[in-house]
């Protein structure tokens, strides 16, 4: 029984991972500079919360696109997903913190 609960924890855990890493899918890390060059999770992209505007929308102009958002904690990535709900995106979610984001979806930070 333990075996099957680990093998079932593992498909399911590749199939957040594979889902996530979809072209469909925007992992969006909402943190600073400085934080972003200490460590981000693997395949995300790097838009500060405090930058994120109108032209957000010529670089990701699906607003029907999954996003998935990330900061230290989760306020960041509230507040952004507030920004991006006003410009009119539909299908936002806040992830938390990069190891919430990281455990949630089996995904490597990377240092650089």
Not at 35 to 41: A, D, F, I
Request: hydrophobic share 40%; with cysteine; aromatic share 10%.
């Amino acid at each position: 029984m333990f075996r099957y609960k680990l093998l079932s924890l593992f498909l399911i855990s590749s199939i957040l991972s594979y889902h996530v890493f979809s072209k469909d899918v925007l992992i969006l890390d909402v943190r600073s500079d400085q934080e972003w060059s200490n460590g981000y999770v693997e395949g995300a992209t790097h838009q500060p919360v405090s930058k994120i505007d109108d032209n957000f929308q010529q670089l990701f102009p699906n607003k029907n696109q999954k996003i998935i958002l990330y900061c230290a904690r989760g306020g960041r990535a509230e507040q952004a997903k507030e920004i991006l709900s006003k410009l009119g995106y539909t299908n936002l979610e806040n992830g938390g913190g990069l190891m919430d984001v990281s455990k949630k979806f089996n995904l490597p930070i990377v240092e650089d």
